[in-house]
């Protein structure tokens, strides 16, 4: 599935397209599980006779394809997402699946269709060359027997996948669908995160149904719809959040005046007025013209002895994506990687003067106020 936020740091395996893949720890147990499973269980019952070293290669060889194929599902995402102007991070592997990490959102509902599409699509080409592959061997080979275990993890993998509950690729195409029929992304992202609540509880019900009947398989049933339930929610906040935020512009929160440090001070000149006013970070003025923000992060990492010595010109973060203007909508800049990496920008007028500083705290103060005002309106039933 495209986009979701999971915990945890991966390992990095390798890189395809320019777009970096690794795994979580966790799916190394999901690896060695698959692994196990096929050796003692499926190959031996597939192929007669079958040597344990065979089993336990032919184990590794399934679970290595199966891997593959997940990849293969996200680079598909990744791919089409990148080629209609959506910045893909990386592809992570972890315990229930894979995700690639995408920067920003569609911007049209036929890019969203497209790259929600994508991934299904690869799925499917490779059930149909697995199926093949199965019909076209002799049963009771261990070809055969391989190729039927992909065919039918890929054709779970795809069912699964397509149910229209977001943030399944189904629940994206269901919601590139709603935004392109009602015009509206943000109406569109509730319904389909409706969907997939109900869903995900549907799913959690079974599973704990499954474990009252004495099925533990059940668990992770319960787990999987445990996971698409705080999945569907987190994206219905964020939609919300979309809400109450849309139509509001930078120069409307900005906090002013902004404190701007001249690019010509020491490290030690900019350390002293950071400790006077404690801020994060501070637009960079050359010849009175913002060039960028010094964090105080830079100075930190500085050793002590150089900070008489370097200028601040040297440590700015010039990334012009730090610099707005005061119409910029405040929704777009919260996707914005540079504003999430530095969590404040400037907002400057269109000679380059310093007009403010917009930071996270000042979204965060409005995003509150708006709130509360709006639970006074609709009190919760
Ligand atoms: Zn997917």
């Known amino acids: 599935m495209p986009g979701g936020d999971m915990v945890g740091r991966s390992i990095r395996i390798g890189t395809i397209a320019g777009i970096p893949f690794g795994v979580q720890p966790a799916w190394l147990f999901i690896f060695g599980l698959v692994t196990w499973i096929l050796a003692i269980g499926w190959f031996p019952d597939q192929v007669s006779g079958i040597s344990p070293e065979a089993a336990w290669g032919l184990g590794l060889a399934g679970a290595l394809l199966l891997f593959a194929g997940i990849v293969a599902h996200e680079y598909g995402h990744a791919i089409v997402a990148r080629r209609r102007g959506i910045e893909v991070e990386e592809i992570d592997l972890w315990l229930l699946g894979g995700v690639a990490r995408m920067r920003g959102h569609a911007r049209k509902p036929g890019d969203e269709l497209a790259y929600a599409a994508a991934g299904p699509a690869v799925t499917l080409v490779l059930a149909l060359i697995f199926s093949g592959i199965t019909l076209a061997l002799p049963s009771g080979s261990a070809g055969r027997a391989l190729a039927q ?59 704990i149904a499954a474990v009252a009947l004495g099925s533990l398989g059940g668990l992770w049933i319960v787990l999987v719809g445990w996971f698409l339930l705080s999945a569907a929610t987190s994206e219905r906040i964020g939609a919300e959040a979309q809400a109450r935020m849309s139509g509001i512009h930078a120069a409307e929160l900005m906090t002013t005046p902004a404190v701007c440090l001249p690019a010509t001070a020491t490290a030690a000149e900019a350390a002293r007025v950071m400790l006077r006013e404690p801020h994060p ?101």
């Open 149 to 207: 275990y992909e065919a039918v993890t890929s054709i779970l993998i795809l069912a699964f996948n397509l149910l229209p509950a977001l943030p399944l690729d189904g629940g994206r195409v269901l919601r590139a669908a709603l935004w392109r029929i009602g015009g509206d992304p943000i109406k569109a992202t509730m319904r389909a995160a409706a969907l997939g609540r109900i869903f995900a509880i549907a799913l959690m019900g079974l599973g």
């Open 281 to 381: 970070a501070f637009p960079v003025l050359e010849n009175g013209r913002v060039v960028g923000m010094l964090s105080s992060g830079a100075i930190a990492n500085l050793a002590p002895a150089s900070r008489n010595e370097v200028l601040i010109a040297s440590l700015a973060d010039r990334d012009p994506h730090l610099l707005l203007d005061g119409e910029a909508e405040v929704t777009t800049l919260l996707e914005d990687p540079a504003f999430q990496r530095v969590q404040r920008a400037t907002v400057v007028d269109a000679d380059g003067h310093a007009l403010g500083v917009l930071s996270i705290t000042d979204v965060q103060r409005r995003f509150d106020a708006q709130r509360e005002v709006g639970e006074l309106a609709a009190p919760p039933t």
